[in-house]
T-cell receptor, first 113, second 115 residues
């Protein structure tokens, strides 16, 4: 069964600190992995995409990594800001024509001043 | 702005009633997904349509149904509503095809409250 597990479930940090969110998946066959940011009450927005051959990709203060062998991804947030408070969702796409996305439950990040 | 439009934004109704949620995908996107998000829960996949045809079905109740019309807009029908159906309902669209990256573009959601 295709599954995406995220940890921690929730995280509280102080403004300016760094943090790392984890995503483990059992999806197969793998097409790509995305991290989405969902502000409270809003629709998720894609932060970054990782394909099979990519190990690291940065988008501003967000850096995603992918280890396709161990089926793990991480999202590192540097110098956190209050606006980073949101839910971060890991989504893995199955290849083979259907492109069905499998969602993790998300990590709720709260950044305190 | 994702380019995906959902209406209504808010809806309050009573148990046993029926409602219809509407979604207009991004221009050119053929695929529409519906998701349910209850309070403090993750996104639950309900159903996917591609160019008018049902492509995949998730944990969608028999009381719920959906369709995608020739102009590619989609409607999610929720009937015999129960208190537990209160949730945010998101529509997302994507452009499926060879080499597509599968990015989903989400609407702002329809917040349903069943009293």
């Amino acid at each position: 069964k295709n599954q995406v597990e995220q940890s921690p479930q929730s995280l509280i940090i102080l403004e300016g600190k760094n943090c790392t969110l984890q995503c483990n998946y059992t999806v197969s066959p793998f097409s790509n992995l995305r991290w989405y940011k969902q502000d409270t009450g809003r629709g998720p927005v894609s932060l970054t995409i990782m394909t099979f051959s990519e190990n690291t990709k940065s988008n501003g203060r967000y850096t995603a990594t992918l280890d396709a062998d161990t089926k793990q991804s991480s999202l590192h947030i540097t110098a956190s800001q209050l606006s980073d408070s949101a839910s971060y969702i890991c989504v893995v796409i199955v290849s083979g024509g259907s492109y069905i996305p499998t969602f993790g439950r998300g990590t709720s990040l709260i950044v305190h001043p | 702005d994702s380019g995906v439009t959902q209406t209504p934004k808010h809806l309050i109704t009573a148990t046993g009633q029926r409602v219809t949620l509407r979604c207009s995908p991004r221009s050119g996107d053929l695929s529409v997904y519906w998701y349910q998000q209850s309070l403090d829960q993750g996104l639950q996949f309900l159903i996917q349509y591609y160019n008018g045809e049902e492509r995949a079905k998730g944990n969608i109740l028999e009381r719920f149904s959906a369709q995608q019309f020739p102009d590619l807009h989609s409607e999610l029908n929720l009937s015999s509503l129960e208190l537990g159906d209160s949730a945010l309902y998101f529509c997302a669209s994507s452009a499926l095809g060879n080499g597509d990256t599968g990015e989903l573009f989400f609407g702002e959601g329809s917040r349903l409250t069943v009293l």
